[in-house]
């Protein structure tokens, strides 16, 4: 009897011990002294964590069209028009919709960036951009899906606000700062020389010669260093051609050849063109202009035109140094 209560006793044992082996195997083995509920909003935090070091920081920009949320280090930018003031920025685009040529300041940065040849959704969304670049509102509305659209109008921003506004857009304050100094600084000192050979209060035109049988005499005031001549330097207009920019309210425009004198400044920025020599120069009334008479026609070679392309900060300090060395040259003549 005693014997088989011992060996229940026994048997007990083993079932109780083996019992407290399981559990205590089964059980979580977390310090006593955090609660469970803390164990899982740490595992809540880490995931948390890693989301945020994961997600591309953004900044909010205020644009023509409303407020923009962009990169705040943009790496796959496309652009409309505006290369050269990213070139300033030293940023490379992944495409552009721009004209290269080997006399511009930048030209060798152009290498490697792809040329947009139709600027449409589907071509710009083959790029995988994280940032667009415009001079069109028509844009933001067509390419708004595709990547965030910053719109920086033609008119009523002039290029040194241009190259900051985008400086800010992209994280680059202290390139745009840089180059606009630079440029600054440049200006001040040309203004200098100029009015120390008496240029400055003299008249300009910018004026190209297309044949009688196509435009005739074609003004600018714009490109072809208009924005140089008469925004940053300051100088004159011929008050005929300041008369019919304002009854046309146009900066570009064609005349023939029987009043194109009449809007000849005190000198002239002459451009020339592949293949074709000036019928105008060839005329009696040419030989009549003032500014011919006196030598003051500064003839830009076709092989420059890329100078004098774009309006960006770049481009305008080079076309500062062409433009104020070769005023210059003809004073002295």
């Not at 079932?15 to 740490?42: A, D, H, R, Y």
């Not at 995931?47 to 943009?74: F, H, L, M, Q």
């Not at 659209?149 to 304050?173: D, H």
């Not at 005031?221 to 300051?234: D, K, N, P, Q």
Request: aromatic share 10%; charged share 25%.
């Amino acid at each position: 009897m005693k014997n088989n209560i011992k060996k229940h006793i026994l048997i007990l044992f083993i079932i109780m011990l083996f019992t407290t082996n399981m559990v205590g195997c089964s059980t979580p083995n977390v310090p006593s002294n955090v609660p469970e509920e803390n164990k899982q909003g740490e595992d809540v935090n880490k995931s948390e964590n890693k989301d945020s070091d994961t997600k591309e920081e953004t900044r909010i920009i205020s644009t023509v069209k409303g407020d923009v949320e962009v990169p705040a280090n943009p790496k796959k930018v496309i652009v409309n028009w505006y290369i050269g003031d990213l070139f300033t920025l030293d940023i490379i685009p992944v495409a552009a919709s721009a004209w290269s040529h080997e006399t511009m300041p930048f030209y060798d940065k152009f290498e490697g960036v792809a040329n947009i040849e139709n600027w449409d959704a589907e071509e710009i969304m083959s790029y995988e951009p994280d940032l667009i670049i415009t001079y069109s509102e028509e844009d933001f509305d067509k390419l708004s899906k595709i990547a965030p659209v910053i719109v920086v109008p033609e008119v009523g921003v002039s290029s040194t606000e241009r190259l900051k506004f985008l400086g800010e857009v992209t994280g680059r304050e202290a390139q745009a700062k840089a180059a606009i100094d630079t440029f600054e600084q440049k200006l001040a000192s040309s203004k200098e020389k100029l009015a120390s050979a008496n240029i400055e209060n003299k008249t300009f035109s910018i004026l190209q010669d297309w044949g009688a049988s196509s435009y005739g005499v074609y003004y600018e005031t714009g490109s072809r260093g208009g924005t140089l001549v008469y925004e940053y330097l300051g100088l004159k207009k011929p008050e005929k051609l300041e008369q019919l920019i304002k009854d046309s309210n146009q900066g570009r425009g064609s005349l023939s050849y029987e009043v194109a004198a009449d809007y000849f400044g005190d000198y002239v920025l002459w451009f020339l063109m592949d293949d074709y020599t000036s019928e105008f120069a060839q005329t009696e009334i040419w030989k009549s202009i003032p500014a011919v008479k006196n030598g003051n026609i500064i003839s830009i070679p076709s092989n420059m035109m890329g100078l004098f392309f774009y309006s960006d900060v770049t481009s305008l300090t080079a076309q500062l140094d062409y433009v104020v060395e070769r005023l210059l040259e003809v004073k002295a003549q």
